[in-house]
């Protein structure tokens, strides 16, 4: 199993890729906004199933991986540390929301809110590049592989969980603030630096 502290230090790497607005959030803006708090579970259930969709084919993956070559696993973290350095500069000059769809184009069955959160997310390079690129950093060669994954996929499940919801309730609040220019750009922007930071830190390790 991985240690409470590297579980904490995992939890601080993806912060600011969480903290990105992506297709999650998109989302649930869409559908709170439009069909109120109740909207919000199952766009979350559904970002939480594709959380764990990545995780499983990263635990086969990375296993394999560790098992055969030492040398592959760590062109692996030097392959993420540069995309994440990428990523971080995408962030920091792509710093709007897509704008939200009309509320005529609502979808009204829990279930089609569900399978759009889950397919957004199983087919969001950026949660995929989390398990592709951040947790080779914090997993232990010498243990387990699976377990470690999968220990890390639930951290990251409750994490998105507590933001989604966060979010849910300023959304009840005040749908306004995601609009303001100004709040977008400075959360893109502090969210592309600390990628960076994080790809650069990973490489030199």
Known sequence: MIHPYGVAAFLLAILPIIATPGASLTLLIQHVTAGGR?????V???TVTGLYAHA???AAGLSALVMHSSQAFT???LLGAAYLVG???WTWRSTTLPPSPTLTD???R????YTQALLANVLNPKAASIYLTLVPQF??????VGGQILTLATAHALLMAVWLLTWTALIHRGAHLVRQARFKRAVGRVAGAALVILGVRAAAT
């Open 38 to 42: 109740r909207q919000a579970l199952p």
């Open 56 to 58: 499983t084919l990263a």
């Open 106 to 108: 609502q979808p009204k």
């Open 44 to 46: 979350l259930l559904g």
């Open 139 to 144: 997993v232990l060669s010498g243990r387990p």
């Open 75 to 77: 062109a692996v973290k």
């Open 110 to 113: 829990t279930g089609s809110v």
């Open 87 to 89: 990523l971080g500069l």
